[in-house]
């Protein structure tokens, strides 16, 4: 059996119900949980006895042979938060503790693309980016964490691990929802961002965007040009939900090879990666997104293809 974790705040989820689609079609038992659906988790116990170890949903024991973490699990975002609770950071936190014990109980089962701690080292950035070097991908010439202020020396600031998060506004005195941006001017004074760490890189300047979906062994590959965002990066231009054109793309070979060989070094078996191609042609690897989302960028048919990529690995 396939237990699937697919954290989704606004349900149905197009990307969920499509991968359930093709498993159902395929024969294979899944299940299907939302981290972020507190009635989900009401369905799953975690019981120690004589008898053993066993994960119950509905009250029934079940035994999975993969753990697809379909979406990194996160405390810090928008959840199912129950009227009666007074204390929302501390049910989050109490959730992720909740999903961690599960998490170990579950370690003879294979998780796909990866365990959870590998998937975390997908995403730390500076490291991945010396990682993705050594494999043979062209990389930023710099890319460093950093409380300093570097826009007059390097000159494009990025967000420091994931853009959207839920924090406490001490003005309004309740949470609010956050999505930080980059950037490549400083408005921290005007935006109560001063003193945050942020992730510093050489900026490229590129004619076109490249998406990828990368299962085993199988590439699937999205270019979108870059006048299309006008002036926006990527996630500014999806938030204003502007109309992006992608076209299907195939990887020159050499960016291919370095790509798996990269995935294979980190102990995944599946990532969305993200280059930038600049005028010159040159493939300037810049993210990893190792539970990254990997539906709606061309259209339906592409959309099965991919999901019957991942079907056919779990």
């Not at 938060?81 to 049910?91: A, K, Q, R, V």
């Not at 709606?296 to 079907?311: D, K, L, P, T, Y």
Request: proline share 5%.
């Amino acid at each position: 059996m396939i237990l699937i974790f697919g954290s989704s705040y606004n349900e149905p989820d197009s990307q969920n119900d499509l991968l359930l689609n093709v498993l159902t079609h395929g024969g294979k038992r899944h299940l299907l949980i939302n981290p972020l659906n507190a009635s989900d988790l009401r369905r799953m116990e975690l019981v120690q006895s004589q008898k053993g170890t066993a994960l119950l949903v509905d009250g029934y024991e079940t035994n999975p042979s993969v753990v697809y973490l379909q979406r990194l699990w996160r405390i810090d975002c928008l959840a199912d938060i129950p009227e009666d609770c007074f204390y929302p950071t501390l049910l989050r936190q109490k959730m992720t503790n909740f999903l961690t014990e599960i998490r170990f109980a579950l370690e003879s089962a294979r998780w796909f693309p990866g365990r959870i701690e590998n998937v975390e080292r997908g995403e730390a950035k500076v490291p991945l980016m010396q990682t993705a070097h050594n494999c043979g991908l062209l990389v930023p010439q710099i890319t460093t964490n950093s409380f300093h202020n570097y826009f007059s020396s390097i000159g494009y600031r990025k967000v420091l691990g994931p853009p959207f998060s839920i924090s406490f506004d001490t003005t309004e005195r309740q949470e609010i929802a956050i999505t930080l941006l980059n950037n490549k001017r400083d408005n921290s004074d005007s935006t109560g961002l001063g003193g945050f760490p942020w992730q510093w890189q050489t900026p490229i300047n590129p004619v076109a965007q490249v998406r990828c979906v990368v299962v085993g062994k199988e590439i699937r590959a999205y270019r979108a040009e870059i006048d299309q965002f006008a002036g926006k990066s990527l996630r500014e231009a999806q938030e204003d939900e502007q109309d992006i054109r992608w076209l299907v793309y195939e990887l020159p070979l050499e960016v291919s090879a370095s790509l798996l060989r990269l995935n294979d070094s980190l102990g995944l078996s599946m990532c969305c990666p993200e280059f930038l191609i600049d005028e010159k042609g040159r493939h300037f690897f810049i993210d990893l997104n190792p539970c990254g989302d990997w539906y709606g960028f061309v259209n339906q048919e592409e959309n099965r293809i991919v999901a019957e990529m991942i079907s056919r690995m779990l």
